[in-house]
């Protein structure tokens, strides 16, 4: 349960930087729910930058995203150790998870198999204007998905997912723009890298 926790932070990372507008500055609280838990965490945008603070199985931890190298670091303080997943925003991997305004258009024009996406009109979520789209996949255990896309961000506000496992909902709440340190992206002074041999091999399987 503790390595799928750490790829599903990752995985929701992965949709918010793929989404996020070029040179974007805010944190905001994430708020996810769903068949796994409910987690409370911070998020930090700094435009290719990404930082997430949450706390799993009573653990702090820091999830770091650096888009423009593809490298992901899960930091874990209590132990004072880092893990590092380098390049695995692959260019097939970003297409899959990009979701941008005109994506719902795009996913019926150019996968017309896969999924069927409602444009469902506007409405303000926490303060900014959204861009609503159901997407609905043919498949019946992926579900569907509805997000709030926010015009300024350029990001998803809210993302409500149903699927075979349940619902979950991913929510940022007090969003706040403005200047942010780079210091917030690098791994803390004094921690040392921990190897996970297998890790990787242990999410593809099935």
Known sequence: MKRKSI???TLILAVLFACTAFGAEYTADMITTGPYGNTTGKLYVKGNLFRQDIAMQGQEQTILINEETGDTIVVMHAQKMYMEFLDMADEEFQE???VDIDSAEELLEENPDMATAEDLGT??????KCKVFKVTYKEDLRGDA??????KLETPIKIVTNTSEGTSTMEMKNIQEGSLASSLFEIPQGY????MPGFMGDMDTD
């Open 7 to 9: 790829f599903l932070g």
């Open 96 to 98: 899959t998870m990009e």
């Open 123 to 128: 409405e303000t979520v926490n303060g900014y």
């Open 146 to 151: 509805t997000l709030w896309i926010s015009k």
């Open 192 to 195: 040392k890298k921990m190897e």
